[in-house]
């Protein structure tokens, strides 16, 4: 639609929050990165709303992204919500 597509991805790995359930967020219609049936996927999501903060498609690009996301995650235990 005009506002984009919804995606559901069953989750493999969770590295903060629930794991097991499938993900469910809405794609923007503008989107750069948009997985396909199959794909290897990260995606951050915020803690309200449904469009995620980062998706990344395709195995290298994931790996790397989540290097970054492993790497950051200590300090966001020292970081206060807003």
């Given at each position: 639609?005009?506002?984009?597509?919804?995606?559901?991805?069953?989750v493999?790995r969770?590295?903060?929050?629930?794991?097991?359930a499938?993900?469910?967020?809405?794609?923007?219609a503008?989107?750069?990165?948009?997985?396909?049936?199959g794909d290897?996927v990260?995606v951050?999501l915020p803690?309200?709303?449904?469009?995620p903060?980062?998706?990344?498609t395709?195995a290298?690009n994931?790996a790397?992204a989540?290097?970054?996301v492993?790497?950051?995650l200590?300090e966001a235990?020292?970081?206060?919500?807003q």
């Amino acid at each position: 639609g005009a506002d984009g597509r919804r995606v559901t991805l069953a989750v493999t790995r969770v590295h903060k929050g629930e794991e097991g359930a499938p993900v469910t967020f809405l794609l923007g219609a503008s989107a750069e990165s948009s997985p396909g049936v199959g794909d290897e996927v990260l995606v951050v999501l915020p803690g309200e709303g449904d469009r995620p903060d980062l998706l990344v498609t395709g195995a290298q690009n994931v790996a790397l992204a989540r290097a970054w996301v492993t790497a950051t995650l200590p300090e966001a235990d020292r970081l206060a919500c807003q």
